[in-house]
């Protein structure tokens, strides 16, 4: 919102399409044994040996998926990698490579996808990822990132949805509904900043929930914890369309029951105390809010003692029979059945 | 152009963008080893064993890519595969899975969503590759389409860009510019269209080149002729943005220069009366003209009589030393540089 008006801007018609992917990829580094080859050719070339590979692919389009009055191009380049590297980690793999195809309108100049690819190549470096390979070309209005991610994985490593049986523990990771409370926040700036241009947007007491929204996290971190503490989920999901919409998808695919307990769902208390400044209900935004990118896993029961007590984790329910059906436990102790709310961008 | 304007039309948020990829996928089969889950988890999982893994991808943009006054969207699905597809021939590979994101604006019904899959199936089918993921969302404007090609190829038959050297004989599949042309005629019959919405086009003498244009076949014939001739290239590229701007593509990776032969350039003889027709001069439009998915590749002298008399194969030029600069030896025996004037989406 506050933009510097002296920026400088490069047509990007005077590099070329071939010149513009050489410009914006040269500083990006191979890491991984299995890039045998990356940029530059008709098709990149991969080898994992005994390994699986994952695949996994995310369009983002302005307008529908982000704002650019308030996202900041680094942030949006970051951001476009985390969702996608999120579907990996979901599937209890390693990361290994991207492809990142863009269209872009002529009000871009070179130095606003440098800034893009700023963000992507962050992402890049500190989750250990190459980018191999892509497209680049004109849209006719507006931005749109088409993402591809690989990953790798041994056969016996893999998580699917479909795993869940009756009496495992159903946990998660972080806290939720913080990034779509922080695109609230930002939506309530944005059109402050409309009516006074002059206004100076405070997002002090929302840090937090700003940066969940515009600089979200994968989390490669519970891949490797759940190693470390030798948990192998029996089902996982990330969540990007919202808690219930994520359960939702677990017990239909292992065609099983959930209760679900509204007290243990963790929230971070900036998030409440904005809860209650917006008059929104927590739980509600917590099992609807979406993009939180957090990991949703079910457990055998005797894997608890391995996960109890850490900070990361945290049981919120239980698989039940499927005729059970897929139940909140209010704090009053009523059972309310959960119904799909997610975000859903077919529907606006 | 001519459109029923009876068609039946279902409303996609009916739907919702789970039922829509279930609706849109359910029957699409899985007939690749490698393909352990395909669509409906976080991330699909493949398995190459000790093969290497070809990945590339491509975006496609209404209003830039295509226009569907003209193209049914049944033929786009279709091409958009091959697009994709092209470049995992252009490897030597063998094409085995594909993730389709695409990005819709209201103005599409499900019907028409579904004529896209119906050629996105068709095209799996004919070229025995699986529909392994992708993302379906909502744009303001337009469609967009993004896909991911997959491929499998043993590490000894990998065909980089960079590999030709001199000597080689430059060889080039079916014949050029025709694909270029046919969206010549298509634009043509469009103004004529726009201009007399009673006026029936008449394509009868362009049926070759519009095929070309809207129904282009990727080269996996070549691949198998090739094994079958023990004839692997030294380097190859697949002819998308038209063969000076390969060609230069070919030369620059493999430092080499090359001696180009106006004469031998295969031209079919529709597309020769239709350059007459138009007053453009052939051998421009076969260099420039793009969109054609053949296959360019070099091979060793020696390897000559394998592919000698092969109507699929045409020899075109030899490669020189890189101090000779790349050349077009026109049919009056001059020298001429060539120079890039492919398609680049960026400088419209």
């Given at each position: 919102?506050?933009?510097?008006?002296?920026?400088?801007?490069?047509?990007?018609?005077?590099?070329?399409?071939?010149?513009?992917?050489?410009?914006?990829?040269?500083?990006?580094?191979?890491?991984?044994?299995?890039?045998?080859?990356?940029?530059?050719?008709?098709?990149?070339?991969?080898?994992?040996?005994?390994?699986?590979?994952?695949?996994?692919?995310?369009?983002?389009?302005?307008?529908?998926?982000?704002?650019?009055?308030?996202?900041?191009?680094?942030?949006?380049?970051?951001?476009?990698?985390?969702?996608?590297?999120?579907?990996?980690y979901?599937?209890n793999?390693?990361?290994?490579?991207?492809?990142?195809?863009?269209?872009?309108?002529?009000?871009?100049?070179?130095?606003?996808?440098?800034?893009?690819?700023?963000?992507?190549?962050?992402?890049?470096?500190?989750?250990?990822?190459?980018?191999?390979?892509?497209?680049?070309?004109?849209?006719?209005?507006?931005?749109?990132?088409?993402?591809?991610?690989?990953?790798?994985?041994?056969?016996?490593k893999?998580v699917?949805?479909?795993?869940?049986?009756?009496?495992d523990l159903?946990v998660v990771t972080g806290?939720?509904?913080?990034?779509?409370?922080?695109?609230?926040?930002?939506?309530?700036?944005?059109?402050?900043?409309?009516?006074?241009?002059?206004?100076?947007?405070?997002?002090?007491?929302?840090?937090?929930?700003?940066?969940?929204?515009?600089?979200?996290?994968?989390r490669k971190d519970i891949v490797e914890l759940l190693e470390k503490l030798t948990v192998k989920p029996t089902?996982m999901?990330?969540?990007?369309?919202?808690?219930?919409?994520?359960?939702?998808?677990?017990?239909?695919?292992?065609?099983?029951?959930?209760?679900?307990?509204?007290?243990?769902?963790?929230?971070?208390?900036?998030?409440?105390?904005?809860?209650?400044?917006?008059?929104?209900?927590?739980?509600?935004?917590?099992?609807?809010?979406?993009?939180?990118?957090?990991l949703?896993f079910t457990i055998s029961q005797s894997d608890f003692d391995k996960i109890k007590g850490n900070p990361n984790l945290t049981v919120?329910?239980?698989?039940?029979?499927?005729?059970?059906?897929?139940?909140?436990?209010?704090?009053?102790?009523?059972?309310?059945?959960?119904?799909?709310?997610?975000?859903?961008?077919?529907?606006?």
């Open positions: 919102m506050l933009k510097d008006k002296n920026e400088q801007r490069t047509s990007i018609s005077k590099l070329g399409e071939f010149g513009l992917i050489k410009h914006l990829t040269k500083y990006f580094a191979i890491n991984n044994e299995s890039t045998i080859k990356g940029v530059g050719d008709d098709a990149a070339v991969l080898g994992f040996n005994d390994k699986k590979t994952l695949v996994t692919t995310d369009l983002l389009i302005e307008g529908v998926h982000f704002d650019l009055s308030y996202m900041p191009l680094k942030h949006l380049g970051y951001k476009a990698v985390m969702v996608n590297l999120s579907d990996v979901a599937m793999g390693n990361a290994t490579q991207i492809t990142v195809s863009i269209a872009i309108s002529n009000r871009f100049s070179l130095e606003a996808i440098e800034e893009l690819y700023a963000g992507i190549q962050l992402a890049c470096n500190t989750y250990n990822i190459d980018l191999i390979g892509g497209d680049t070309t004109s849209s006719r209005t507006g931005m749109m990132i088409s993402i591809t991610a690989i990953g790798e994985i041994e056969q016996n893999i699917y949805r479909n795993g869940a049986k009756p009496n159903l806290d939720l509904g913080a990034a779509y409370l922080g695109l609230q926040v930002l939506e309530r700036e944005k059109q402050v900043f409309e009516a006074n241009p002059n206004a100076q947007p405070d997002l002090e007491m929302y840090t937090y929930l700003v940066e969940r929204q515009l600089k979200p996290e994968a089902a999901i990330d969540i990007s369309d919202g808690l219930s919409s994520e359960i939702l998808h677990i017990t239909s695919q292992s065609e099983v029951g959930c209760n679900l307990y509204e007290d243990k769902i963790p929230l971070d208390p900036q998030m409440i105390s904005t809860c209650e400044e917006f008059n929104v209900d927590a739980t509600t935004v917590a099992l609807s809010g979406g993009e939180d990118y957090e949703l919120i329910g239980h698989i039940t029979d499927k005729s059970e059906g897929v139940n909140l436990i209010t704090r009053g102790n009523q059972k309310v059945e959960i119904i799909a709310q997610g975000w859903n961008p077919l529907q606006e």
